[in-house]
Structure formats: structure tokens, C-alpha cells
């Protein structure tokens, strides 16, 4: 290469890096990084990903560095050395977005480290997404404050620290449980005053759920098992997912032991694993309802003994329905 070429392509590398280095967002996952091809080794392909992830984050200046995506779930295990290094240049650079995701084989191994929030991102921490880790957020941890988001997949954290941690977050607008399986009862105190998304799945030891929040519009539950569910005073949910895949009669729930949030919402999705009671028609009202989707899910749904058409009780009481969808699923 002539001198003059070589001169103007090191100029062009040197640029690349230096802002490569100073990027403020980071995506890395075998897809980014380009390593999901055919053929590869999966144990391989682990390795080269995670070499990769070290080398990336190590050589980041970590300035201007906003958010952060640790997609390794396709690692069957990962140093804990190598996650706490890479999470401590997170925190130091001031991270306000962070997503790590684990492999589902990795649950009660890595202890997410709270206490490295306090590294620089104790007030900056905005949305936190985890999978298959434990999380023990504690009381002298002051830096939930600005936190908007929370997802929490397959992770160990009791009701009593996810209290705590909702106490001091009163700038949350979602918060995602799904397979949190230590959670018994899910408390949500006054202060979310901006919480509108709720979701709950597949918690396994799941019973209630208590909000005393205000302004929830979307509420959607999931599991083998119906939970009790108290909204207190909150009458705002326009959007509602019930779902349950072992206990029967979740459509006749509905209808005969509707909460006041049920019969205020606008657009209502329930699925159910099997229904053995006809729904009744009641003098109960859906008063705003607008779009309401039926599923009937696995074979043991379609029952003798069950009334299709008893689910008119629904049209009966709904004079506002625009749409209706009823599914009958193998």
C-alpha cells in the first residue's frame, strides 16, 4: 500500500476507535457480534463470545457509555469474575439502561452485585432488566430513585426485598415479574404513582397480588393458579390479561368474582385451560368494554358439561363491545 493510502487509512482506524470507545450504547450478544452461524460449537461459540465481551468492555474509555446489553444466554456459564468486572464498568461510567440476560441454567448462581451501583450509577440507574440471577436489593440502597422500568425473569428475590425496592422507586412506570419463583405475595405501595404496566408470570409460589397504586392501565397475570388480586382504590385499568394453565372455570371467575378493575377496562383477554361451569348471566355491567378475546386452551377444554353459549353473559353485560374473539386452541 502506498504511503500516502496507509497514512489516510491508520487517520480512518484511529477515528473508528475513538469513537468506537466512547459509544453510548452497547448491544453484544452472539448476534452483534457475529457469531450465531451454522456449524459453530455451542461451548465454542460461548468462549469466543465472552472473550469477546471482555476485550470489548475492558478497552472502553467508558465515558458518555448510557447503556449496556449483556444478551449471553446462550452461555451455560460465565465467570462470575468476568460478569461483576464488566457490571463495574457499567456503574462507574454512570449507566442509566441495563439488560442482562443469563442462561436459564445459571438461576441461584450469580448474585447480582447491588452494591457496585454505588460505583456511579446510584442515581442514574433508569431501567433495569435481569434474568436468572438472584437480586437481594436492601434497604440502604438509595439508588432506585430515578428507576422507570423493571424486569425481573427467573430471578430469586423475596416479597419483602422487592417491597423494599418498590418503596424507594417512585418513578417506576412497569414493572415485569416472570418466573420470580420466591415471590408469595407482590405489594405495591402508594408512592408508584406513575406505575402503569403490570405484568406477573409463571411465579410459581404466587398468591396475591395487592396494589394500592393509582394510575395502573395495564394489568396482565399468569400462572397454573388463580391469585387473589386486590387493586384497593384503583379503578383506572383499561387493559387486562388473565391466564391460567391448570386450574379450570377462569372465564366463569371472571364473570361471577369480577375486582372493581375488571369492570372498568376496555379491552379484556382471558384464557383459560378448561371451563366446567356455564357462565351465568349477572346484573354486573362491563360498562367500557370494547374488545374481549376468549381462549380456551389443550384438549380438556372443550368439556360436556360446558354452555358455549352461556358466554353471551358477556355480550349481555358489555353494551359498548366492538369486538369480540372466542378461540378454541389445541
Known amino acids: 500500500m502506498p504511503l500516502r493510502e496507509a497514512a489516510r487509512a491508520?487517520?480512518?482506524?484511529?477515528?473508528?476507535?475513538?469513537s468506537w470507545r466512547c459509544c453510548r450504547n452497547l448491544t453484544l450478544s452472539k448476534e452483534t457480534?457475529?457469531?450465531?452461524?451454522?456449524?459453530?460449537d455451542k461451548d465454542e461459540m460461548a468462549r469466543d463470545l465472552i472473550s469477546k465481551v471482555d476485550g470489548i468492555l475492558k478497552n472502553h474509555s467508558g465515558v458518555g457509555m448510557k447503556k449496556l446489553e449483556l444478551n449471553l444466554y446462550c452461555c451455560r456459564k460465565v465467570d462470575h469474575c468476568y460478569l461483576n468486572s464488566w457490571l463495574?464498568?457499567?456503574?462507574?461510567?454512570?449507566?442509566?439502561?441495563?439488560?442482562?440476560?443469563?442462561?436459564?441454567?445459571?438461576?441461584a448462581e450469580y448474585?447480582?452485585?447491588?452494591?457496585?451501583?454505588?460505583?456511579?450509577?446510584?442515581?442514574?440507574?433508569?431501567?433495569?432488566?435481569?434474568?436468572s440471577c438472584v437480586f437481594r436489593p436492601t434497604a440502604e440502597l438509595d439508588c432506585w430513585r430515578r428507576l422507570k422500568e423493571l424486569w425481573l425473569t427467573n430471578v430469586l428475590i423475596t416479597d419483602d426485598e422487592l417491597e423494599?425496592?418498590?418503596s424507594n422507586s417512585s418513578m417506576l412506570e412497569l414493572l415485569w415479574l416472570f418466573r420470580c419463583n420466591e415471590i408469595v405475595c407482590v405489594k405495591i405501595p402508594c408512592q408508584l404513582q406513575r406505575l402503569s404496566f403490570l405484568r406477573a408470570g409463571q411465579c410459581r409460589k404466587l398468591q396475591e397480588i395487592e396494589s394500592n397504586a393509582q394510575n395502573i392501565s395495564s394489568f396482565d397475570i399468569g400462572g397454573s393458579n388463580l391469585v387473589k388480586i386486590s387493586f384497593g382504590g384503583a379503578l383506572r385499568v383499561k387493559n387486562m390479561r388473565i391466564t391460567c394453565s391448570y386450574q379450570p372455570n377462569v372465564i366463569w371467575y371472571t364473570r361471577t368474582k369480577p375486582m372493581p378493575s375488571v369492570l372498568n377496562v376496555e379491552t379484556l383477554h382471558i384464557s383459560s385451560c378448561n371451563e366446567m361451569i356455564s357462565t351465568p348471566t349477572l346484573p354486573s355491567k362491563f360498562l367500557h368494554l370494547?374488545?374481549?378475546?376468549?381462549?380456551?386452551?389443550?384438549?380438556?377444554?372443550?368439556?360436556?358439561?360446558y354452555d358455549y353459549l352461556s358466554l353471551v353473559s358477556f355480550l349481555v353485560a358489555s353494551p359498548c363491545l366492538e369486538t369480540f374473539i372466542f378461540v378454541v386452541s389445541y
Open 290 to 305: 370494547k374488545y374481549l378475546h376468549i381462549t380456551l386452551n389443550a384438549n380438556e377444554a372443550i368439556s360436556p358439561a
Open 164 to 166: 423494599c425496592l418498590l
Open 33 to 40: 457480534l457475529g457469531l450465531n452461524g451454522n456449524g459453530i
Open 88 to 107: 463495574r464498568i457499567a456503574f462507574r461510567a454512570g449507566i442509566e439502561e441495563l439488560s442482562m440476560l443469563l442462561s436459564l441454567i445459571s438461576e
Open 10 to 18: 491508520a487517520c480512518v482506524s484511529h477515528t473508528f476507535l475513538q
Open 111 to 131: 448474585n447480582f452485585p447491588c452494591s457496585l451501583l454505588f460505583s456511579g450509577s446510584e442515581k442514574s440507574i433508569r431501567y433495569l432488566k435481569l434474568s
